[in-house]
């Protein structure tokens, strides 16, 4: 059997893969870089909290299977199930920003 | 010079026993093995660096933008690379397909199993059309248990959804349960006799290095 040419796999079913989830780990959003004192005092132009934006619950049904499957990726990449899916809607291009990633569960506690 | 990947989106379908089978008896032949496993459980990552007494290579490599040049790598130095996906759809699986001579879909007896595996397959039918080149796929029934109802309905089902399917069936047996405790692939009785009939099998398919004198 000859030696295969791995080369071009990537590139013929990169189309293909991006329809799938990533099994990528995780990787932690780099800490603020610190601001220097004469930028502290400036104000800086608050963005609109998600009460301003309106919070909405959405539900959503799927097979006991995936729901089981979600479970298992999510606390793998240390996430909730919320975080996680909104994640991966993010790489679809959702508009989605770190706050809204934040864990409501530990709010509320 | 032969990659094979394991692959079905439902979890616990025998995916990392058939690698072990094959890799264990491999690597007694003679064969420079090595393993990728891509699942987030890295079942047979653990059980290589731990149980197994076999000479296996094994990487754990999740990251779908990492998982060809694993591949790609581990190739160049062993005579069979094979590829234990995650039990689920996900991009690492559809790249090992795409670097596979051969993609195994174990079944178990339940309906889930059977549409995981029509998933898959029409997966494996997709990537092969997007690389104009064929990937060969095989169905291959896992904890088989003869004689029994669920048993002759999953054939039926299989037949009916036209999957292409292995001759070989892997029985339910102590044996295959037992490997993953002893590190040591079955090399008698029923468990060995299987073990070695799936290889055959595979060789016949042309997805091992020729000539392969498969250890008795």
């Known amino acids: 059997m000859a030696k295969k040419d791995l080369a071009s796999v990537t590139t013929d079913l990169s189309a293909l893969a991006s329809m799938m989830p990533t099994q990528r780990p995780v990787v932690a959003a780099p800490r603020a870089v610190e601001q220097p004192v004469e930028l502290r005092a400036l104000k800086a132009v608050p963005k609109p909290t998600q009460e301003e934006e309106g919070v909405i619950q959405f539900s959503l049904s799927m097979r006991k299977e995936l729901r089981k499957q979600l479970a298992r990726l999510a606390s793998d990449a240390d996430m909730t199930m919320r975080a996680f899916v909104l994640n991966a809607l993010k790489e679809k291009g959702l508009s989605v920003r770190e706050d809204d990633l934040v864990d409501l569960r530990r709010e509320r506690r | 010079m032969s990659i094979i990947t394991i692959a079905t989106s439902k979890g616990g379908a025998g995916k990392t026993t058939i690698a072990r089978l094959i890799l264990g008896r491999l690597s007694l032949s003679g064969l420079r093995t090595a393993a990728v496993d891509a699942d987030f459980n890295h079942t047979l990552t653990d059980w290589v660096r731990t149980a197994s007494k076999h000479a296996i290579t094994v990487e754990n490599e999740l990251d779908e933008t990492q998982i060809v040049s694993v591949v790609s790598r581990l190739h160049d130095a062993h005579d069979v690379v094979v590829v234990d ?10 790249f090992a ?23 898959t397959v029409n997966l494996i039918k997709s990537a092969s059309l997007m690389m104009k080149r064929d990937v060969t796929a ?26 292409p399917v292995m001759e070989i069936k892997l029985h339910r047996l102590v044996a295959f349960q037992e490997m993953s405790f002893t590190g040591l692939v079955p090399t008698s009785g029923l468990a060995g006799l299987q073990c ?15 000539p392969v004198k498969l250890a008795s």
Request: charged share 20%.
């Open chain 2, 196 to 210: 070695m009939n799936l290889l055959d099998e595979i060789q016949a398919l042309g997805a091992l290095p020729e």
């Open chain 2, 97 to 119: 397909i795409g670097c596979a001579d051969l993609v195994l879909v174990p079944i178990q007896t339940s309906s889930a199993d059977i549409v995981e595996a029509i998933k």
């Open chain 2, 138 to 163: 095989r169905v291959i029934m896992t904890a088989y248990q003869p004689g029994t109802n669920i048993s002759a309905h999953i054939e039926k089902e299989v037949a009916k959804a036209e999957l």
């Open chain 2, 85 to 94: 996906t995650a039990g689920a759809a996900a991009q690492a699986t559809i």
